[in-house]
């Protein structure tokens, strides 16, 4: 003869507080607590990984560049404005424009140092320039037609909407002020 087990109660747990879908200005606009000992939040650290990606990206274009330099030049379209024409010219522009290149990625790379480090003025511009790229990929479909692929747009676009989305975290933001005192 069986005998049926009647399923013992758990105790009521309080459930998860959950943040609300809209959330009123006076809340969001409040000042982040002083704490000049906050622990680096993860999101800091995934938004310095993604600038150190995007570095990536642009050493990789960079040798592009480089190696399809002549096929560049060879293309009717383009036209090199200032430079001879010779060979000489065109060394002499592949310089410029990787220097140039180089200039930009050394810039970020300093900045993700800087935003590694805690520093609000280094996390507003690397969100501003991602802002920046974002929104001339926009114009850049939107008006002229130009299509985002992966082998040219989407990987620089997908990154600096991650940047844009880890560095305008809360976490990262009270990270950035830590040592501001209110």
């Not at 959950?18 to 939040?41: F, W």
């Not at 150190?52 to 990206?57: D, G, K, Q």
Request: hydrophobic share 50%; charged share 15%.
């Amino acid at each position: 003869m069986s005998v049926a087990r009647e399923p013992q109660k758990r105790p009521e747990q309080p459930a998860p507080q959950k943040r609300p879908a809209y959330e009123p200005p006076a809340r969001l606009l409040r000042p982040t607590v002083y704490d000049p000992h906050m622990r680096r939040p993860t999101t800091t650290v995934a938004g310095v990984c993604l600038i150190l990606l995007r570095v990536l990206a642009g050493v990789v274009v960079l040798v592009g560049i480089a190696a399809g330099w002549e096929d560049l030049l060879a293309d009717p379209d383009s036209v090199l404005e200032g430079f001879d024409p010779s060979p000489e010219g065109a060394q002499a522009a592949l310089w410029v424009v990787l220097a140039a290149g180089a200039a930009v990625l050394l810039a970020d790379l300093l900045l993700a140092v800087f935003v590694f480090l805690g520093h609000n003025w280094a996390r507003v511009i690397v969100m501003l320039i991602a802002v920046g790229s974002i929104s001339t990929s926009f114009i850049a479909w939107w008006a002229q037609g130009q299509e985002i692929q992966i082998d040219t747009t989407y990987v620089s676009l997908s990154l600096d909407i991650l940047l844009l989305l880890a560095l305008s975290s809360r976490s990262a933001a009270a990270y950035a002020r830590r040592n501001q005192r209110r």
